[in-house]
């Protein structure tokens, strides 16, 4: 079993910046790859980010240059630095893991943006 849990949500005047945590249940390096996803009202959820077992990486466009996921697996945590923020960056953001195939997600922390 998988527990992932979202931290570092909050509100942020556009143009700053938020540093979000995924603390994972044993050692993350036992997944296939971990990812960012978010959901704003009335849209549905999409993918933000996501770093692979190999530490390559992959960024929705919409947020290539001002995001950046990383992990460390010592501390069984994934990160998603957040600059240059924009009022459509707000959204709940959930941490996603690959494991054995199957799909595990944390429960989400909310990243407002104002104008």
């Known amino acids: 079993q998988v527990s992932l849990v979202e931290s570092g949500g909050g509100l942020v005047q556009a143009g700053g910046s938020l540093r979000l945590s995924c603390a994972a249940s044993?050692?993350?390096?036992?997944?296939?790859?971990m990812g960012w996803y978010r959901q704003a009202p009335g849209k549905q959820r999409e993918l933000v980010a996501t770093?692979?077992?190999?530490?390559?990486?992959n960024y929705a466009d919409s947020v290539k240059g001002r995001f950046t996921i990383s992990r460390d697996n010592a501390k069984n945590t994934m990160y998603l630095q957040m600059n240059s923020l924009k009022p459509e960056d707000t959204a709940v953001y959930y941490c996603?893991?690959?494991?054995?195939?199957?799909?595990?997600w944390g429960q989400g922390t909310q990243v407002t943006v104002s104008s």
């Open positions: 770093i692979f077992s190999s530490a390559g990486t």
């Open positions: 044993g050692n993350i390096f036992r997944f296939n790859g």
């Open positions: 996603n893991a690959n494991y054995r195939s199957r799909e595990y």
